[in-house]
């Protein structure tokens, strides 16, 4: 079985999370390639080399740019905030390098539009590219996917989502760089709204062609965590609303926001359709909830599927129904999902084209809610 | 349309809620009969009158067996405490009066079975009875009953039943007569769990008949209300719980406590069966829970039905879907129910057998109780 | 005790649940006036006598105008669709007899500025107005204000409402009233719509000021009931989507619709603020949910309140806690705190300068649809 | 840092849950010690090589008896049936290597003593046990012992709990091995009866004294799997129920069956006290109810605590606040608690003399059900 080198390009939160992902996945899944954790860069020597050896990567280095002329690295991870994407991505597919991108895939349509370019080149050399937008891979919204796609709830009329988190409800929790434009991009919109519009275009598999959005700041300036009694301002946004229209004609509400108090990582959708409804929150990701409107009015009713049956997406590699799985496992999932459409050649979603197709929603919510929330057609671009 | 004459012995708390009943149920159901509230009986002369003006009944005495004589009155509506259920019932049934029993039906199977005995010969005369299980009409339950009745959860295999209340928590809450043998005849087992055991036969349509029981009274003495300062003994149970064996071979576990804190009115039963389940639970009484496990494993899961549509029981004289019902709504129903029969000369129930066999069930309880739990049988009796 | 005479104009389902509310109010709640259902009104002389005679109105009359001289007639209770809401109101202002009107107040911000002209006028005289927002009197929803007036859950900075029904789901559902602009003014946005703005009003204690709208009609023609084979024009909104910023700088999201598949009387309502939330779905209307940001993190959460308590608004009157109430109970509150202020000369609430705000917020709506979802000012009118 | 050796027995469902356990814990947790995964023992050894391959361990083999004179196995964790659970660890105890071992401990009471006999002479010599009920580490659970240790819920009344599996509610479904006494001893009993009585000692943190039980099995025979058309006979208990009493005077009811449809892995777990409530279900495993009767009662309510905070038991290690866990963590919690006491001679728990413990109580179980369910005391033995 061929190996699969694997170079992770940052070790915080998101580094760690891959990490487990990367020692797990070969394990429990029958992959067609072996990924190997080759190296693990980081912009601190020492702090690589720790990392490396927590995490369980062979190597470590201080020089992201050093692995992508190594020919036993053939899949690059970026877990770096959003203003190093482009480069490190851009750089990577055009060494011929596999790139899996976290989310958002950049902080600009024209990052993300360089990028796809260089994913479209490098298609045609048989390199691949995957957004981490790890939501996909819930087997509760994998399934919730199939049932739409089977016709199960008709044609959608309602989408409604939203993405509720709190932990900036008490107005002196101190700045960190995502809450600066220059590093992020912007705030709730790119950290939450994005994965909301990712899972409605992968849910309903049609775009977001025109929204309507607000922007909102309601604590304009917070504690510098290096400057004892100094603040700074918040340049990005706290919360962002927008109402969307969907091509097949589906209205959409997205709501994102760090002010939800008591909210902890509330990413919940819900969408009705001619013939059945989905909803679904994270917080209780195990579960699916389906309305089937054909059933018999007397019988009918939300059911609770708890998606841990061998059959439901992901699952036969895993355990007997209801010994649930968590957050963890939907890296798992894009692991296994990228890896096999590395194998196989095949056309792994969601690749940077999904990816700039996201950004061009976000930046259409940011220009609409520039112009009094006037509705925006989402830029189609040549792509 | 003829009128049904109605003496209400009795104006606490249940006679309170069958006030609003009786003055409710004519209005939203089309009732072959007209319902007059005649008389209300208290024991005091001026509170009986007062209670009358309050609830909307003609007159009012102090002396209930006046009204057996009177030729306007042809039900009696029995809402006393359980040690004067069998005088008045068998008194009005020999008088030739319908009567509405609250529950349990007697404070022992020996008074149970006088009031049977007077049921059955006036039924030979058309005289009806029924006892106050109201939580069969709850909508919900009665659906559960008909989708039983279907064959859509197969051959029972569990009850689960408890009502959890949490009202003596305190261990200085004072004595009552609900905690006094004499006058309540038991605790939480006549009290609450007189309601699982009909709700059981009623669900299952099938008798538990046998028992594992034990009872136990966690705090021996309470002050005492009116004597500021003293303490008397509970004499009845505080909490009782049971394992019960249904006739067709279903396996029952029931607890009735009024010790579970932060439960208010908790009701809940859960059957298991071969081909579904179905659970409920009072505090959300206008859902009821069911597994169809015909479905495919991948769409499965227990659907939450809102039984408010026009085809569930009770509902079509109601409101739209979603708009819910409560509590007193049970009683508005088993009224209907009880002055249909009345009309149609009917089988209403449950009538006196039904209520002796639930305190056949309560005494094979209390007998078990006191012999380690040995499993009893429940008595058979003539009838 | 002196007693109020009461006219109803309009029996179908809002008069029948309305008649089912004035019989209960005054047997349940102590009263400071005694309500005498005098007369009830409709189109049809003969419906009305029957309606009567089904409710318990003691006259009848196919004459609205006619109970307006009447002596014995104070109240006059408006259960008629919208487009007749302001000539019966004026009148019966004008004729010094307090009213009760449906919602929403009126199908357009004149008619409802003329209402309140003459509610203002009428003021004068002690005469008083109230607008059906009945959802106000849920328990639960009183206690959510209560807490939120309190400071429980700090400065709001998200509304999340949403008021779902799914009686539209089928395209070939036949069209109704509610379907005709004439008629009902607008089709989700004033049916919902109204209740989440009035709701929001009411529970924020503060005003929507600008919003940013979107109106959707998913069907555009529908069977004639009455012609077999023909399809009329639906000329109302089948859904209503918009942002809104209330005055203290929240933020909120709202919407209505007929689409929602599986969804009966969804109204729904989430208030995040700097110090807590609240939650609730009236689908499960005794319950309310609640985070307290106050608490340790480690025993935080969100907890259901069950709305039962003797201590919750309106409870006292009812029944022991977890012996739960229902829709109609919601009808009895109303009548109770609007006969309560007329008997004290009090300030009813909502009276028709509140209605005349909501109808202002509706009207934003309706004007920012109509502009691309530009922000949109409320108006703030003269009054 | 020291290693620790660890050899495996048994590479089915609790051998693979080990393995990713075993792989995990010492990239998430900081131990004092680093793991080894030295060797896997299977019966075949082809098979055992396979597993070995797939689950990272280093050697294989199908001798366990070889490993014990390993100097570099330090640890035998035994994933094998109940049936040779004694031989295994009393002669790795013996050989001087901790002990992990799968649940029940044993199929009798005289072999978990003799377990036990041979653990007490072992950890005179720093020599260490664990039994593998692993809902202990439940993080939600783990909280739920702390706020009862800490007095929350004052002196427990009521322990209600109950473990529902169904995937012996289809009657054709084939015989294994956990449906013959002779390898697993006891049926729901000894699988999920033993985890709740070991949860509910764990988080009272007193004993069982004394029960009532009954045992049932439902389908008498079975088809056999290698034998197409022949049945066998099922030797075991489909379901198990008793009632106990603790040493500190609650009741407890419990239950536990393979024939609840619609329950995957229903362990549930409810104890009311004089103070306070808590609620968990596994299927939602993230989340512990909590009811405080301290609460005014206007705000009292069970709280929904999302026990994914940092402050929670073993959430450190892991993501940010409601970046949800799954069954598999359990395993990592446990061996993260075992390593840590071997590292620091600690005293680790559950230990064996606690699954002595449990096993006496399912052994009351069993005694009391042969004797028409009469109360048996759990017998004390000499430790």
Chains 1, 2, 3, 4 share one sequence.
């Not at 020089?63 to 992508?68: A, E, Q, T």
Request: charged share 25%.
């Amino acid at each position: 079985m061929n190996t699969l080198g694997v170079a992770l390009v940052g070790h915080a939160f998101m580094g760690a999370v891959h990490s487990q992902a990367w020692r797990t996945v070969g394990r429990v899944f029958d992959l067609p390639m072996r990924p190997e954790r080759a190296v693990l860069c980081g912009r601190r020597k020492d702090a690589a080399r720790e990392a490396a050896a927590r995490f369980g990567w062979t190597e470590s280095t201080d020089d992201w740019k050093s692995v992508l002329v190594r020919d036993d690295v053939h899949l690059v991870d970026i877990c770096t905030p959003g203003d190093s994407h482009a480069e490190i991505a851009i750089s990577a597919l055009d060494a011929g390098k596999h790139v899996l991108c976290e989310k958002p895939l950049a902080n600009s349509v024209a990052e993300a539009a360089a990028m796809e370019e260089a994913a479209s080149r490098a298609r045609r050399n048989g390199i691949l590219t995957m957004v981490g937008f790890n939501y996909r891979r819930v087997p509760a919204l994998a399934l919730a996917r199939s049932l739409i796609a089977a016709g199960r709830i008709g044609t959608a009329r309602h989408v409604r989502a939203s993405y509720l988190q709190d932990w900036l409800v008490d107005p002196h929790a101190p700045i960190n760089w995502r809450l600066r434009a220059e590093r992020a991009g912007s705030g709730a919109l790119g950290d939450l709204g994005a994965h909301l519009v990712d899972l409605a275009h992968y849910l309903l598999d049609e775009d977001v062609v025109s929204v309507s959005g607000a922007l909102e700041t309601f604590v304009a300036e917070r504690p510098l965590p290096d400057e004892p009694g100094r603040a700074g301002p918040v340049t990005v946004d706290d919360a962002a609303l927008f109402t969307a229209r969907f091509r097949g004609g589906a209205l959409g509400t997205f709501e994102a926001t760090r002010y939800a108090s008591g909210r902890k990582n509330g990413l919940r959708i819900e969408i009705n359709g001619s013939a059945g409804s989905l909803a679904f929150d994270f917080e209780s990701m195990n579960e699916l909830s389906f309305h089937d409107a054909g059933e018999p009015a007397e019988t009918a009713g939300f059911r609770r599927i708890l998606a841990t049956e061998p059959g439901h997406p992901y699952l036969e590699a895993w355990y007997p129904p209801g010994h649930v799985l968590g957050y963890e496992h939907t890296f798992v999932h894009e692991l296994r999902d990228f890896v096999t459409a590395i194998a196989e050649r095949g056309a792994p979603a969601p690749d940077f084209a999904a990816g700039l197709r996201v950004q061009r929603v976000l930046d259409a919510v940011q220009r609409s809610a520039a112009h009094h929330s006037r509705w925006m057609p989402v830029s189609e671009g040549e792509s």
